[in-house]
């Protein structure tokens, strides 16, 4: 029965290596949550669209609900929890607290990851820019303004905020 | 110490944990020995079930338990309706108690949409119960569906359930109908419009998901679950659907990922994952997937509107009448027949004084998801039904509609106004904000705007939205003779420890507005302590004082003077304490800085710590006062309270596309004192957004069997960070007098008039190809096909 295949691998999570053995259709998500369970990495849709199971992948912005577990096979995986400073907050998630930049949380952390890669590999992102570089997170509470005002108060840049 | 810290834009403490992915949600969490249920769901929008045969998916690896209505009957009673449209006949499915029924937890004999929860499944894991869910073979007879209220309604349509005759939950009004329809008869300048206000889908990022344990000793259920009213679900659970003690019912909320209104109702996975614990005697857990959500999670909108309304030749609107056909799906969500009727029929005349108007509401069943709250719900289309009328009316009259808008607002001086729908309008200037809102968005130069975005190819638009939205549900009182079956009010608690911090626990549970934040601060303020030494607790039935939920932005405007009021009765224990110890009368003790002192007396001062411990001890206190600072206070407030604004959309359309790009959004909102500006910020700006995404992409889309065309993201557009531009803000801040914080709803009030205010937009930029009004969602094929009609139609009439 298909469903009794197994199938072993080994990847990078948080520069831990890891060993496990998973059914083929195992999503990389599911890994990460049910079987390491590191539960900052969400789930929000089973398409892709929204974001929040974002992880970097060999450093690059993944979805992880979108990838097999098995296709993970010898790449470094880094979600939220390894991203996260020893103890209090990176500047980027310092910026976004500034400006409130979360409210149910729930996408947090695949922004927090998208953003990370957004800012690898451009210093200093336009307000377009930042805006295209989140296409990829839906965000249902924040209408993006706080976190967009973040991203550019960060690299230096004057935001949106149009003062009360 | 010495800042104010009511109204000061702290940094939510919240955020931190949640910026680390660190805060539990629901599907985090993994008591030892968890098994995992899934359901199997209706693939027919309306269909009898002739059998159901569970014997492959029974043999199939990890599968435990798998139940089917059957096997329900004398275990879980249907789920309750708790909002029965007031003052009208109306009727429901069946509730043992003889209350209104909303169906039982798995479909009994017959399926009424898709999605519909038809068996569940539990297993060892998650996979192997959906593998199994799948294995179940149902055999159906399908039946002919209805969609829409005007099929359900029609002679010899087919019939949902055998307790409601012609599918009509009730026909509800409100208002004068005579002398509407006099106004009407006599009136200059009758402009009428016809209208769909669409059905749309909240969409939180969380899915919702639920984890039932059950402790045999004891004989105590736990839940874990989303929701946004622990309380009112374990009063509901207990009493009406399990049939247990309400002490035997333990209900936790954890972190919630958004609810936008979704979250406060009953669904069927709440009671089963309780029922299966107990039966086998493991924590059972589900988890929605995306596909679920979009087609179980209650539904927003969804009015189809026929309406007039009718003035003089100088813009004065003397009547208003809407008939408007509510489509509540399936079965009647928990409160979802008040949100079609009443919520919305109250609310139709806006921030307009206007003398006659009258609204009816058909409530009906359609074989489509069930309709609930979607944020704003019943106000938004309201809003949006009252400010497309003043535009095409002030269209009619050939005036500029922020004029007409002018013409007919209440005036302060009016304040409490009577809307003659039911609503007592409490305080404010709607003028003011209007004006505000013109001149931010430099409304007097708008056509050279027009001309210049002509000459790049685009076809600018300006739209006004005006608005006032009932909130802060409560009065008790007077939610009963709206037919609500439930209390209004709110509930805090505070302890002093002896070494001087605070707790306080609160009754509401947020699904993301910094409560922990922000209630705090109102205790920090009146006990004049740092705002960190206030912890907040809430969201568990066995730790925090009862409460009602958080819906209707009830949170802040109703719970936060709850925490005021047990602050002060604090503060006045405090006192009196003081005064007997310093030997002077109480009047004469402060609260500041961290100290209780008289005022230049510098031998008579103690800190707040040294109070809470002598309280603690209760060596020298006042004859007659108890020890010890455990203050639980309830506020039910005098009446509903009323934020309002004005907010301006901005748009370009491609004059080859049609694509519709909100280049501006300016909006300015009363809701009252603001607590904290950056939280009540964020509020209004995810609302306004959520109100854009219906305008211009957001449509659930039922085919003719049922089958929901949108039931995942990749087909249900919501907005993303390029579809909006940064927003223009600006604020008042009118108490209400009917709580003593002057609080107003903040969480909702914002996406209100949004809506309105873009497609507003898109009709003053399509003037000139004649359209008259376009339905939502403004897409572009929407908005192309609206311009080339009109093209069309004008150049055969040359």
Same mark, same amino acid.
């Given at each position: 029965?298909?469903? %009794?295949?197994?199938?072993?691998i080994?990847?990078?999570?948080?520069?831990?290596?890891?060993?496990?053995?998973? %059914?083929?259709?195992?999503?990389?998500?599911?890994?990460?949550?049910?079987?390491?369970?590191?539960?900052? @990495?969400?789930?929000?849709?089973?398409?892709?669209?929204?974001?929040?199971?974002?992880?970097?992948?060999d450093?690059?912005?993944?979805?992880?609900?979108?990838?097999?577990?098995?296709?993970?096979?010898?790449?470094?995986?880094?979600?939220? %929890?390894?991203?996260?400073?020893?103890t209090?907050?990176?500047?980027?998630?310092?910026?976004?607290?500034?400006?409130?930049g979360?409210?149910?949380?729930?996408?947090?952390?695949?922004m927090?990851?998208?953003?990370q890669?957004?800012?690898? @590999?451009?210093?200093?992102?336009t307000?377009?820019?930042?805006?295209?570089?989140?296409?990829?997170n839906?965000?249902?509470?924040?209408?993006?303004?706080?976190?967009?005002?973040?991203?550019?108060?960060?690299?230096?840049?004057?935001?949106?905020?149009?003062?009360? | 110490?010495?800042?104010?810290?009511?109204?000061?834009?702290?940094?939510?403490?919240?955020?931190?944990?949640?910026?680390?992915?660190e805060?539990?949600?629901?599907?985090?969490?993994?008591?030892?020995?968890?098994?995992?249920?899934?359901?199997?769901?209706?693939?027919?929008?309306?269909?009898?079930?002739?059998?159901?045969?569970?014997?492959?998916?029974?043999?199939?690896?990890?599968?435990?338990?798998?139940?089917?209505?059957?096997?329900?009957?004398?275990?879980?009673?249907?789920?309750?309706?708790?909002w029965?449209?007031?003052?009208?006949?109306?009727h429901?499915?069946?509730?043992p108690?003889?209350?209104?029924g909303?169906?039982?937890a798995? /479909?009994?004999?017959?399926?009424?949409?898709?999605g519909?929860?038809?068996?569940?499944?539990?297993?060892?894991?998650?996979?192997?119960?959906?593998?199994?869910?799948?294995?179940?073979?149902?055999?159906?007879?399908?039946?002919?569906?209805?969609?829409?209220?005007?099929?359900?309604?029609?002679?010899g349509?087919?019939?949902?359930?055998?307790?409601?005759?012609?599918?009509?939950?009730?026909?509800?009004?409100?208002?004068?109908?005579?002398?509407?329809?006099? /106004?009407?008869?006599?009136?200059?300048?009758?402009?009428?419009?016809?209208?769909?206000?669409?059905?749309?889908?909240?969409?939180?990022?969380?899915p919702?998901?639920?984890?039932?344990?059950?402790?045999?000793?004891?004989?105590?259920?736990t839940?874990?679950?989303?929701?946004?009213?622990?309380?009112?679900?374990?009063?509901?659970?207990s *009493?009406?659907?399990?049939?247990?003690?309400f002490?035997?019912?333990?209900?936790?909320?954890?972190?919630?990922?958004?609810?936008?209104?979704?979250?406060?109702?009953? #669904?069927?996975?709440?009671?089963?994952?309780?029922?299966?614990?107990?039966?086998?005697?493991?924590?059972?857990?589900?988890?929605?997937?995306?596909?679920?959500?979009?087609?179980?999670?209650?539904?927003?909108?969804?009015?189809?509107?026929?309406?007039?309304?009718?003035g003089?030749?100088?813009?004065?609107?003397?009547?208003?009448?809407?008939?408007?056909?509510?489509?509540?799906?399936? #079965?009647p969500?928990?409160?979802?027949?008040?949100?079609?009727?009443?919520?919305?029929?109250?609310?139709?005349?806006?921030?307009?004084?206007?003398?006659?108007?009258?609204?009816?509401?058909? *409530?009906?069943?359609?074989?489509?998801?069930?309709?609930?709250?979607?944020?704003?719900?019943?106000?938004?289309?309201?809003?949006?039904?009252?400010?497309?009328?003043?535009?095409?009316?002030?269209?009619?009259?050939?005036?500029?509609?922020?004029?007409?808008?002018?013409?007919?607002?209440?005036?302060p001086?009016?304040q409490?106004?009577? =809307?003659?729908?039911?609503?007592?309008? !409490?305080?404010?200037?709607?003028?003011?904000?209007?004006?505000?809102?013109?001149?931010?968005?430099?409304? /007097?130069?708008?056509e050279?705007?027009?001309? *210049?975005?002509?000459?790049?190819?685009?076809?600018?638009?300006?739209?006004?939205?005006?608005?006032?939205?009932?909130?802060?549900?409560?009065?008790?009182p007077?939610i009963?003779?709206?037919?609500?079956?439930?209390?209004?009010?709110?509930?805090?608690?505070?302890?002093?420890?002896p070494?001087?911090?605070?707790?306080?626990?609160?009754?509401?549970?947020?699904?993301?507005q910094s409560h922990?934040?922000t209630?705090?601060?109102?205790?920090?303020?009146?006990?004049?302590?740092?705002?960190?030494?206030?912890?907040?607790?809430?969201? !568990?039935?066995?730790?925090?004082?009862?409460?009602?939920g958080?819906?209707?932005?009830?949170?802040?405007?109703?719970g936060?003077?709850?925490?005021?009021?047990?602050?002060?009765q604090?503060?006045?224990?405090?006192?009196?304490?003081?005064?007997?110890?310093?030997?002077?009368?109480?009047?004469?003790?402060?609260?500041?800085?961290?100290?209780?002192?008289?005022?230049g007396?510098?031998?008579?001062?103690?800190t707040?710590?040294d109070?809470?411990?002598?309280?603690?001890?209760?060596?020298d206190?006042?004859?007659?006062m108890?020890? *010890?600072?455990d203050?639980?206070?309830?506020?039910?407030?005098?009446?509903?309270?009323?934020?309002?604004?004005?907010?301006?959309?901005v748009v370009?359309?491609?004059?080859?596309?049609?694509?519709?790009?909100?280049?501006?959004?300016?909006?300015?909102?009363?809701?009252?004192?603001?607590?904290?500006?950056?939280?009540?910020?964020?509020?209004?700006?995810?609302?306004?957004?959520?109100?854009?995404?219906q305008?211009?992409?957001?449509?659930?889309? #039922?085919?003719?069997?049922?089958?929901?065309?949108?039931?995942?993201?990749?087909?249900?557009?919501i907005?993303?960070?390029?579809?909006?531009?940064?927003?223009?803000? !600006?604020?008042?801040?009118?108490?209400?007098?009917h =709580?003593?914080?002057?609080?107003?709803g903040a969480?909702?009030?914002?996406?209100?008039?949004?809506?309105?205010a873009?497609?507003n937009?898109?009709?003053?930029?399509?003037?000139?190809?004649?359209?008259?009004?376009?339905?939502?969602?403004?897409?572009?094929?929407t908005?192309?096909?609206?311009?080339?009609a009109?093209?069309?139609?004008?150049?055969?009439a040359?």
């Open positions: 029965m298909l469903w %009794e295949v197994r199938m072993r080994s990847l990078s999570v948080n520069n831990r290596s890891v060993e496990s053995t998973v %059914e083929p259709r195992t999503l990389l998500v599911d890994l990460i949550r049910d079987d390491l369970k590191l539960t900052g @990495t969400k789930v929000g849709c089973d398409t892709g669209q929204c974001g929040t199971c974002t992880v970097l992948l450093g690059r912005a993944v979805k992880s609900c979108s990838m097999l577990a098995v296709q993970a096979e010898g790449t470094r995986v880094t979600t939220i %929890e390894g991203a996260n400073a020893e209090g907050l990176t500047d980027l998630q310092e910026a976004l607290w500034a400006e409130h979360v409210q149910c949380g729930y996408c947090t952390p695949g927090v990851l998208a953003l890669d957004l800012l690898a @590999t451009n210093k200093a992102p307000e377009q820019e930042i805006r295209c570089g989140l296409a990829g839906l965000c249902r509470c924040t209408g993006y303004q706080s976190v967009v005002r973040a991203t550019l108060a960060l690299t230096g840049q004057n935001g949106g905020r149009n003062d009360v | 110490m010495s800042e104010r810290v009511f109204g000061a834009g702290l940094k939510p403490r919240e955020d931190p944990a949640l910026l680390r992915g805060r539990q949600y629901t599907a985090d969490i993994a008591l030892p020995g968890t098994v995992h249920m899934e359901f199997l769901r209706s693939e027919h929008g309306h269909a009898t079930i002739r059998g159901i045969d569970v014997t492959e998916a029974q043999a199939m690896p990890g599968v435990l338990r798998i139940v089917t209505g059957a096997d329900l009957e004398g275990h879980l009673m249907p789920l309750p309706c708790i029965v449209p007031g003052g009208v006949e109306s429901f499915p069946p509730h108690y003889g209350l209104p909303a169906g039982t798995l /479909a009994t004999g017959r399926v009424r949409f898709i519909e929860p038809v068996a569940a499944v539990v297993a060892e894991t998650r996979a192997q119960a959906a593998d199994a869910a799948r294995a179940i073979r149902v055999d159906y007879e399908v039946l002919p569906a209805v969609i829409t209220p005007e099929q359900a309604l029609a002679d349509a087919p019939q949902l359930h055998d307790a409601v005759p012609g599918n009509l939950n009730a026909r509800w009004t409100c208002g004068d109908a005579d002398g509407t329809e006099a /106004a009407l008869a006599e009136a200059e300048v009758v402009v009428k419009l016809d209208l769909h206000n669409r059905r749309t889908i909240n969409s939180p990022l969380e919702r998901a639920a984890v039932g344990d059950y402790d045999p000793l004891t004989g105590e259920y839940l874990y679950a989303t929701t946004q009213s622990p309380h009112n679900h374990r009063f509901l659970l *009493a009406l659907v399990l049939g247990i003690p002490n035997k019912l333990r209900v936790v909320a954890p972190e919630i990922g958004g609810s936008f209104g979704t979250k406060g109702y009953l #669904y069927p996975d709440m009671p089963l994952v309780l029922f299966l614990a107990k039966e086998l005697g493991r924590p059972v857990k589900w988890q929605d997937s995306r596909e679920g959500l979009m087609c179980s999670t209650v539904q927003g909108r969804d009015h189809r509107q026929y309406a007039s309304i009718a003089t030749r100088d813009g004065k609107i003397t009547a208003l009448k809407c008939t408007s056909y509510a489509n509540l799906g399936a #079965y969500s928990t409160i979802g027949p008040g949100v079609a009727t009443a919520l919305m029929g109250r609310s139709i005349t806006g921030t307009y004084d206007i003398e006659h108007a009258f609204c009816e509401v058909f *409530a009906t069943f359609t074989n489509t998801v069930p309709l609930g709250a979607q944020r704003g719900s019943g106000r938004a289309e309201a809003t949006f039904l009252i400010e497309r009328l003043v535009d095409r009316f002030a269209a009619t009259i050939g005036m500029d509609p922020a004029e007409v808008r002018r013409r007919n607002m209440v005036r001086e009016q409490p106004f009577d =809307n003659r729908m039911g609503w007592l309008y !409490d305080s404010g200037d709607y003028g003011a904000a209007l004006e505000r809102a013109l001149e931010m968005a430099g409304y /007097a130069d708008r050279a705007a027009k001309r *210049a975005a002509r000459a790049r190819g685009k076809l600018l638009g300006v739209g006004i939205s005006t608005f006032v939205a009932v909130c802060g549900v409560g009065p008790s007077r009963a003779k709206e037919g609500m079956l439930g209390g209004s009010w709110e509930s805090a608690n505070i302890r002093v420890h070494t001087g911090e605070v707790t306080l626990t609160i009754g509401v549970t947020g699904t993301g922990e934040t209630f705090a601060q109102i205790v920090a303020q009146e006990f004049g302590v740092a705002v960190d030494s206030v912890q907040v607790l809430h969201s !568990d039935t066995t730790k925090a004082p009862y409460g009602q958080t819906y209707g932005s009830r949170s802040y405007s109703v936060g003077p709850a925490v005021q009021i047990a602050a002060r604090v503060t006045d224990k405090m006192r009196l304490a003081a005064a007997h110890m310093f030997g002077v009368d109480d009047s004469a003790v402060v609260f500041r800085d961290g100290s209780v002192l008289v005022e007396d510098p031998e008579k001062t103690k707040f710590q109070m809470a411990m002598a309280l603690w001890y209760g060596w206190l006042p004859p007659g108890e020890p *010890a600072i203050v639980t206070t309830t506020f039910d407030p005098a009446d509903f309270n009323y934020p309002y604004g004005a907010h301006i959309a370009e359309v491609d004059e080859v596309t049609g694509d519709v790009e909100l280049v501006r959004y300016i909006a300015v909102n009363d809701v009252g004192p603001v607590g904290n500006p950056l939280v009540v910020d964020g509020q209004i700006e995810g609302s306004i957004v959520h109100g854009v995404g305008a211009l992409m957001e449509v659930a889309q #039922y085919d003719q069997t049922g089958a929901l065309l949108t039931a995942n993201l990749d087909r249900y557009a907005p993303r960070a390029a579809d909006v531009p940064f927003f223009e803000l !600006d604020r008042m801040e009118t108490p209400t007098p =709580n003593p914080l002057g609080a107003k969480g909702e009030a914002a996406t209100v008039p949004t809506a309105a873009v497609t937009a898109v009709c003053d930029a399509l003037a000139e190809f004649g359209v008259q009004h376009i339905d939502m969602p403004l897409t572009a094929e908005v192309w096909r609206a311009m080339n009109a093209t069309t139609s004008r150049s055969e040359q």
